[in-house]
């Protein structure tokens, strides 16, 4: 009878080693991941600008690269003298841009191309804070030997506090967003997990169009009309936050 109990005890052994250790009552340490909502808002503020920037400049062609930067640096000297009167202390005038290129002959049949001329190109940037002297500045450059108007720019010169109040009204929405939706799901917000700004965007730079650029050749006989209008700032905000009921 002993013998029989000895070997009983034996053959049930191996099934307990052969268990998995999950078996054995092992508990898991990581934490539920509490359910949530993401949203996203942006704002826009508009506001007035203080100031304007313009770009404009030379373009001379001559057959030698010193005649062509010659007639460019007379020109672009002229231009800023003219400049200068109207802006006096009120304003800033920059060089932004300059190059001398050689201008290429390509023959019909192919070949070694032959430089023919060089090209100089001479570009300022104008920053005045007086708006209504826009129109006054584009007049003097293109009365002075100024061929080529680039950009137009309305800006803010600190758009900080704009930035600020355009941050808060886009995360204020968010928030608004999540608990709304929580809400429609018979939800409530818990906390906010996450908040992230996703970038500042200002309104892109007006450019200067052809339209304007012949009225302002034409100075003498209408000033160029220049219309600052607004300029926006807008902000966006990622938001994350925890649900529950």
Do not use: C, W
């Amino acid at each position: 009878m002993l013998g029989k109990t000895s070997f009983l005890v034996l053959a049930v052994l191996p099934a307990l080693f052969l268990l998995p250790v999950s078996a054995v009552g092992q508990t898991s340490t990581q934490p539920a991941q509490p359910a949530s909502i993401q949203v996203t808002a942006t704002a826009i503020i508009t506001a007035k600008p203080d100031q304007a920037h313009i770009e404009v400049g030379v373009v001379t062609q001559s057959a030698t690269a010193q005649s062509a930067t010659l007639d460019n640096a007379q020109r672009v000297d002229a231009t800023i003298t003219a400049i200068r009167k109207i802006l006096g202390s009120g304003g800033e005038i920059k060089t932004i841009g300059y190059s001398v290129r050689p201008v290429y002959r390509y023959p019909k049949e192919g070949g070694v191309p032959s430089i023919t001329g060089y090209t100089a190109s001479n570009i300022i940037q104008v920053s005045i804070n007086d708006l209504v002297g826009v129109g006054r500045v584009i007049d003097a450059a293109t009365a002075s030997g100024t061929n080529t108007i680039q950009r137009l720019e309305f800006v803010l010169k600190d758009d900080q506090a704009v930035q600020l109040q355009a941050l808060a009204e886009a995360a204020a929405k968010a928030k608004a967003k999540a608990q709304a939706i929580a809400s429609a799901l018979g939800l409530r917000v818990v906390r906010i997990l996450r908040a992230e700004e996703q970038g500042g965007y200002s309104a892109p730079p007006r450019p200067m169009n052809e339209r304007v650029f012949a009225m302002a050749a034409d100075a003498a006989a209408q000033p160029t009309p220049v219309e600052p209008g607004t300029v926006e700032i807008r902000a966006t905000v990622a938001l994350t936050v925890e649900v529950g009921l």
